[in-house]
């Protein structure tokens, strides 16, 4: 099935974090939170601003970003759970060269 989001909104797919932390616990599935991190897979055309000239998305399919906890809405698109939200609950974009240095 094909999805299109409306408006200002995207479509994300949680993107899976560590199962061990950084000690080496290991740790199990049920008292794992839900990622925070996400790959773009859709956008909307943008935001009409105050002239009524429609203002393009910041973020484009198939970046990396950083959302809030509690941010956007839950649907299942052909048995994946995947999440629409606004682009203004996306914190930040993240940059490959950020997990290089977070390895290091």
């Known amino acids: 099935m094909s999805f299109r989001p409306l408006h200002d909104r995207i479509l994300v797919r949680r993107v899976d974090t560590e199962e061990k932390t950084k000690g080496g616990i290991i740790i199990p599935d049920t008292a ?3 990622p ?3 790959e773009v897979l859709a956008v909307g055309a943008g935001a009409r601003n105050d002239a009524g000239q429609i203002q393009a998305l910041d973020v484009k399919v198939g970046d990396r970003i950083l959302f809030g906890k509690w941010s956007g ?4 698109i052909d048995g994946e759970e995947l999440l629409i939200m606004k682009e203004s609950d996306v914190m930040g974009i993240i940059d490959g060269q ?3 240095m977070q390895a290091a």
């Open 98 to 100: 950020t997990e290089q």
């Open 32 to 34: 794992k939170e839900k």
């Open 36 to 38: 925070q991190e996400g």
């Open 73 to 76: 809405t839950e649907i299942k």
